[in-house]
């Protein structure tokens, strides 16, 4: 077992400042007590007091972070559940000094997403929390981090970038497949399959996508080819159902939608509108509508990528990143977690 600094002092019989200047190699001190101090070392091992460095970076810099997040909207309220996670993240590290401004933008527009990074850049920040919505905006923030020594966390999503830089995210391409299984486990082969995405200036959402791949690449893992219609809708836009859209739901065959977000709340009201029969339904996300529809069975399943946790996790790690230099954990993939309405089945 390692040992701190205060217990190498006492075996040395020296005071805790000379073993400072040895650990950091500051000079000063005789070779006789260098070479004694680091063999108490060599032997016992060393453990840094992080709790008492993290407290001394505290009262000399505050540790300042900056959260670009999506802005919620009246059809999701997805990020408000990560920024629960961040703020409770914030208070349990307030002693150490660490404080966050938070800024936000239209997920549905490069155009804001770029403004927004620009403001945080006119200030001083430790490190960034965001989400990798636009490849090129996102490329131009690492460049500018990489120049200024900021650390940059994405949550979400995961995409390819021209520099290395830190997700934690749920694997989206697998979570697609696993929507693709739980479907056809209860449409099976004869059945209609329907994909919903959201899309913004760019075109379908990142992440949206990757799903839609994955679901896809489910059936081909299995040999299987079914019929899959594509419905994209403008993320701040109501969904509607289109003449289109209407002539695919006809029939009594069985029907599997695939919400690729945290909206399939939106779809219950409208097979009930249009008496669409013989349906069952996926989607992300534990937000209260989707739940509620969950409880009672109009939604089937839930993949929660569990986002309160993505954001806890992302101020925590980077916290340890600068304060121990420690960056294992600002890379994590989240679990896929299935949510079924027998979760919340009183007993």
Not at 148 to 165: G, M, P
Not at 192 to 199: A, E, K, L, R
Not at 259 to 273: C, D, F, G, Q, W
Request: glycine content about 6%; some cysteine; charged content about 25%.
């Amino acid at each position: 077992m390692s040992i701190g600094i205060k217990q190498i002092a006492k075996l040395a019989n020296v005071s805790i400042g000379t073993v400072d200047r040895v650990l950091h190699k500051r000079g000063g001190v005789s070779k006789e007590t260098e070479d004694k101090i680091l063999k108490i070392i060599a032997k016992n091992g060393y453990q840094r007091n992080t709790m008492a460095s993290r407290l001394k970076l505290a009262s000399v810099k505050k540790i300042k972070f900056a959260i670009l997040l999506p802005e919620a909207t009246s059809n999701s309220n997805y990020w408000d559940l990560p920024k629960k996670g961040i703020s409770k993240a914030l208070k349990e590290l307030k002693e150490f000094g660490v404080k966050a401004d938070y800024y936000k933008f239209s997920g549905s527009s490069s155009a804001s997403f770029q403004k927004n990074y620009e403001l945080i850049f006119l200030k001083n920040y430790d490190a960034i929390v965001t989400v990798p919505f636009f490849e090129k905006e996102c490329n131009r923030l690492l460049e500018i981090t990489k120049k200024r020594n900021i650390q940059v966390v994405f949550l979400d999503t995961e995409i390819q970038l021209q520099y290395s830089t830190n997700f934690i995210r749920q694997n989206s391409h697998k979570a697609g497949m696993v929507a693709g299984r739980l479907l056809y486990g209860l449409v099976g082969d004869q059945g209609i399959y329907f994909i919903v995405n959201t899309v913004n200036d760019k075109g379908i959402q990142v992440n949206n996508k990757q799903r839609e791949d994955g679901f896809r690449s489910f059936f081909k893992s299995i040999g299987k080819n079914v019929a899959i219609k594509t419905i994209n809708h403008p993320l701040n836009d109501v969904l509607k159902m289109t003449e289109e859209m209407e002539s695919w739901f006809k029939g009594d065959s069985s029907k599997g939608i695939f919400v690729t977000n945290s909206r399939a709340h939106l779809i219950p009201k409208i097979l009930s509108i249009y008496a669409i029969s013989n349906t069952f339904l996926l989607g992300f996300d534990l937000n209260k509508k989707n739940l509620e529809y969950l409880k009672n069975g109009q939604i089937n399943f839930l993949i929660n990528q569990q986002p309160k946790y993505q954001g806890y996790v992302s101020i925590k790690n980077l916290f340890n990143s600068l304060t121990k230099q420690d960056d294992s954990e600002l890379n994590l993939d989240i679990p896929v977690e299935i949510i079924v309405k027998e979760h919340f089945a009183t007993p």
